[in-house]
Nanobody, 126 residues
Framework: QVQLVESGGGLVQAGDSLRLSCVGP????????MAWFRQDHGKEKAREFV??????????KYGDSISGRFSISRDNAKNTMYLQMNNLEPEDTASYYC?????????????????WGQGTQVTVSS
């Protein structure tokens, strides 16, 4: 069983920044392509692709609604993926989930990912 643990969420004001972290499965972390998704459960919105990154740290892609305020990265030596979020807006309020798939390339499709974290809540007040 692959465990993913997110952290770094919280309650912030519009314009603030947050950095989310996702710690993955030890020595095998480098075998997984990774992604961030988000879902605003309060508005019953579908899960949205935020960004993805390949095993080596390349092939970075972002969701269509991500305007350049977010940056995804990973440190394989620390088994950790990051999501730097700047100039946060109330519309960014959601639970943020990291996801992993063995090998391959990062995908925008959430069904491509077998492993998921529990999520970390980000709430942005206006």
């Amino acid at each position: 069983q692959v465990q993913l643990v997110e952290s770094g969420g919280g309650l912030v004001q519009a314009g603030d920044s947050l950095r989310l972290s996702c710690v993955g499965p030890g020595r095998m972390f480098v075998d997984y392509s990774m992604a961030w998704f988000r879902q605003d459960h309060g508005k019953e919105k579908a899960r949205e692709f935020v960004g993805g990154i390949n095993r080596s740290g390349g092939g970075i892609k972002y969701g269509d609604s991500i305007s350049g305020r977010f940056s995804i990265s990973r440190d394989n030596a620390k088994n950790t993926m990051y999501l730097q979020m700047n100039n946060l807006e109330p519309e960014d309020t959601a639970s943020y989930y990291c996801a992993a798939r063995l090998g391959g390339l990062a995908s925008r499709d959430d069904s491509a990912y077998r492993y998921w974290g529990q999520g970390t809540q980000v709430t942005v007040s206006s």
